[in-house]
């Protein structure tokens, strides 16, 4: 065993120094003195750079764990949403990583340009200026819209913005699959990403998950709301917060993972829904006494199907490969 | 032969040599020409496409002067004062133009003038002739009457009355004329005399600044026009430098041999001068345009007008010989480069609007850096900006359909409440949750005052999905109030 572990070692450095080369993560590096992610690994072309600088600040905490410190601030990342009618969500997502990191950026005068085709636009709505100060906080002034009607024309225009040094994020957003949108294209926008070390967040609306040269792929879809809390508790019926489902669906870093993301919209942060406030799937007795909660109920499935999605313990303490075998 | 309809007959509208040679005339019957001679030819007039023709050729002598006029349905008017020593006098100038439409196969009649009335007279009688300044009442006397653009009922009268020259009328006493005839008739005679100044209109604007390059052999390439953009451009500048001005909207013709003339036009959203930037500017828009621009033989004369300036701010270059840059350049310039391909609205900022609408709330305006922006006029207003956005916001949607969206709602619990489902773009939305209403009633200052108000409500279907609904009016024994749905939450 001895002479494997220094394999090992040798392999991780090894693999240190490509990653570095290559000016990416290639892959998600685990120590192998401790079995623990390698934290503040960073690697850049031009040499290390600062965590601050690298990672878009999701502000989750198991979120960041998991994509291996965080959404890769220069580069591309495309959020998927499955159906037109989730653009809502879709957007929602981008606008709150959006907001993160113009919370961040110190200059007033950062600009956001959000670049859709016109068919996208027509269909699910254009972004609207007060609901964006209102919700992400995001002013009026800083968001610039662009509009043009073939896709080939708005990936032209996010490469041209990517570069522009006012513009601190451009948002590109597809619908459905066009062709054009294919490696070559999403590497060249990912370069300018790599290049200017600001994000390109695509944002494909109805598209089918297929080949890109982005590193990291979240799949959104909508999530119900919690209640507004009031001082007598929560107030029945009503809207809280934008709450999105995320999945990462491609990641060379992440492990796989689902989450139920709620956005702040008092402190503008990210957070990951507590159990404390997950809703009552079940609305609550009014005027009786609660019927007494079954302990051990019984039911025909295998316990480790029961686990709703919320209740997973988070991976790394039970990574799949290394659960042990149940034998009986 | 041209035909036109004229109450209920078809009459011969114009005709050529040959059928002139038959002894047809305007005017007369197509059936009775047809019954003379079989074997015209005729086609019926369109006035529309003599027009477009007349405005096309109306471009192509803007390669003289840039004051053309149109005038009537056949005439062209230029004023060439102060051009005709560009192309080698008068007498070249005149020679050039007539040569240049024989040659695109047009049989003109030119005269040149003084005054437009008797260079009108002189391109309709003596064809090819110079007049010189002085000479008109010499030169009118001995003319008809229908030199003097009159229309026919006063020539007729004119001429029932025994006075069928011009010269006839000149020597007469004006005041019995103008009581019989009109004031028209005099006017006329004194604007061809010059007596009375006459300006004519010209159909469109005169460039403050305009460079252009004949060329002995014409450029079809698009790439050397983008080179002689860059010259025309460094010429240009020179000419804004004295100014102290930049160019606003730039405008670049195309004179192709043949005749066709192109405009293209691109703007900027700051003042610019430098011959770089006009030229991706028209790179831009030239490879948007791409196979529209038809170089058929090429073009032989390129025109580079500045269309609107404003003041132009120097900036001191520091020792190293580098501009220093006050930011927002580079935005300016990607602005201009994408509408220049993709039309003025391409790239939109979104101005807030002092309006309880939604749909008026924020407005679109194509991207444009005004000076107020860089001067403090504006901080007070965004500082008062700044005091409101910490107050709560009102919720609004992230998105907002241009258009609302009309949605079938079956039924609702009250009668003002939220729908219990709805359906939209066919798919049926059980609605979970709903928050409202908040009521938004029209700008009766903008709107008419019985403006069905609406109720808003923020709906949660049964998969998360979070809507902006409004019911429009109230319900009511008249009519049942319609549904729509306005815009997307997060």
Redesign the interface.
């Known amino acids: 065993m001895a002479t494997s572990a220094v394999a090992r070692d040798v392999v991780f450095a090894l693999r240190q120094k490509i990653a570095k080369i290559e000016g990416t993560l290639a892959e998600r590096l685990v120590s192998p003195a401790d079995g623990q992610p390698v934290a503040g690994l960073l690697v850049r072309r031009n040499g290390q750079a600062s965590a601050r600088d690298f990672f878009l600040p999701t502000g989750v905490e198991r979120l960041d764990e998991v994509l291996g410190g965080g959404l890769p601030k220069a580069a591309l990342t495309e959020i998927h949403g499955s159906e037109t009618?989730?653009?809502?969500?879709a957007?929602?997502?981008a606008?709150?990583l959006v907001s993160g990191m113009l919370k961040q950026r110190s200059r007033s005068?950062d600009?956001v340009l959000w670049v859709g085709t016109t068919e996208m636009?027509?269909e699910?709505?254009?972004?609207?200026?007060?609901?964006?100060?209102?919700?992400?906080?995001i002013?009026?002034?800083s968001?610039?819209?662009?509009?043009?009607p073939k896709a080939a024309?708005v990936l032209w225009?996010a490469e041209?913005?990517a570069r522009?040094?006012?513009?601190a994020a451009v948002v590109v957003e597809l619908r459905g699959n066009p062709r054009i949108v294919d490696l070559t294209a999403t590497r060249r926008l990912h370069r300018r990403a790599q290049d200017s070390g600001r994000p390109v967040l695509l944002l494909r609306q109805s598209a089918e998950p297929e080949p890109t040269a982005a590193p990291v792929r979240l799949v959104v879809?909508?999530?119900?709301?919690t209640l507004r809390q009031t001082l007598l508790g929560p107030l029945a019926?009503?809207?809280a917060a934008?709450?999105?489902?995320v999945e990462i669906g491609k990641s060379r870093t992440a492990l796989p993972g689902s989450f139920i993301l709620e956005?702040n919209l008092d402190a503008r942060t990210l957070a990951e829904r507590s159990p404390e406030n997950r809703i009552a799937v079940v609305s609550p007795s009014r005027g009786r006494t609660h019927p007494p909660a079954q302990a051990g109920a019984v039911l025909a499935f295998k316990p480790a199907a029961v686990e709703a999605a919320g209740d997973q313990p988070p991976r790394e303490q039970h990574p799949a490969h290394r659960r042990p075998r149940r034998t009986g | 032969m041209i035909s036109h309809r004229e109450n209920n007959t078809q009459r011969i509208a114009g005709l050529d040599a040959r059928a002139e040679a038959l002894r047809l005339k305007p005017g007369m019957g197509i059936a009775e020409a047809r019954a003379m001679h079989p074997d015209i030819d005729v086609v019926e007039a369109d006035p529309e496409a003599d027009r477009r023709l007349l405005e096309g050729l109306a471009d192509w002598c803007d390669r003289y002067t840039p004051l053309v006029a149109i005038d009537g349905e056949n005439g062209l008017f230029l004023d060439i004062s102060g051009c005709a020593h560009l192309f080698g006098g008068e007498k070249a100038l005149l020679a050039d133009l007539m040569a240049r439409f024989f040659h695109q196969g047009f049989d003109v009649r030119a005269g040149l003038a003084s005054t437009p009335g008797a260079a009108w007279a002189t391109a309709r009688f003596a064809t090819g002739q110079i007049l010189a300044p002085g000479n008109e009442r010499k030169f009118l006397a001995r003319l008809p009457l229908s030199a003097l653009r009159i229309d026919a009922r006063t020539k007729a009268s004119l001429e029932s009355v025994g006075l069928r020259s011009v010269g006839a009328i000149m020597d007469g006493p004006r005041a019995p004329l103008v009581r019989r005839f009109g004031a028209e008739l005099i006017e006329r005679l004194d604007q061809a005399l010059g007596r009375l100044e006459e300006a004519i209109s010209p159909r469109l604007p005169v460039a403050p600044l305009s460079v252009e390059r004949h060329l002995a052999d014409p450029l079809s390439l698009i790439d050397d026009i983008e080179r002689l953009i860059g010259l025309l451009a460094a010429t240009l500048k020179v000419d804004l430098e004295r100014r102290e001005e930049g160019a606003r909207a730039l405008e670049l013709l195309l004179f192709r041999v043949d005749g066709m003339v192109s405009r293209i036009t691109v703007g900027a959203s700051r003042p610019i001068r430098e011959p770089v930037l006009v030229r991706r500017l028209f790179h831009e828009r030239l490879a948007a345009l791409g196979e529209t621009i038809d170089a058929g033989y090429g073009f032989d004369l390129v025109r580079l007008s500045a269309l609107s300036t404003a003041r132009f701010d120097a900036r001191q270059a520091d020792l190293a010989g580098e501009v220093v840059e006050d930011g927002g350049e580079e935005l300016a310039i990607f602005a201009d480069r994408i509408s220049a391909r993709l039309g003025e609205a391409a790239v939109l900022e979104a101005i807030p609007v002092e309006s309880h609408l939604p749909e008026r709330a924020a407005s679109a305006r194509p991207y444009a850096q005004e000076e107020a922006r860089k001067d403090g006029a504006e901080r007070p207003a965004r500082a008062a900006q700044q005091a409101t956005r910490r107050l709560r916001l009102p919720d609004r949607p992230i998105r907002l359909f241009r258009q609302p969206e009309p949605i079938d709602v079956p039924a609702t619990e009250i009668p003002d409440g939220p729908p219990l489902n709805f359906r939209w773009r066919r798919a049926l939305h059980r609605v979970a949750r709903a928050e409202g209403p908040e009521r938004i009633a029209p700008e009766w200052w903008r709107q008419a005052a019985d403006a069905p108000t609406r109720d808003y409500y923020r709906i949660e279907d049964a998969e998360g999905r979070r809507y902006w609904l409004y019911r429009q009016g109230l319900y009511n024994a008249q009519a049942v109030p319609r549904w729509f749905l306005h815009g997307v939450f997060a």
């Open positions: 009618r989730n653009a809502g969500a957007a929602g997502l606008l709150s005068s600009l636009f027509r699910a709505g254009l972004p609207y200026a007060p609901g964006l100060a209102s919700f992400f906080g002013p009026a002034e968001l610039l819209l662009a509009e043009a024309d225009i041209e913005a522009i040094e006012e513009i879809s909508p999530a119900p709301a019926g009503s809207i934008p709450a999105f489902a956005w």
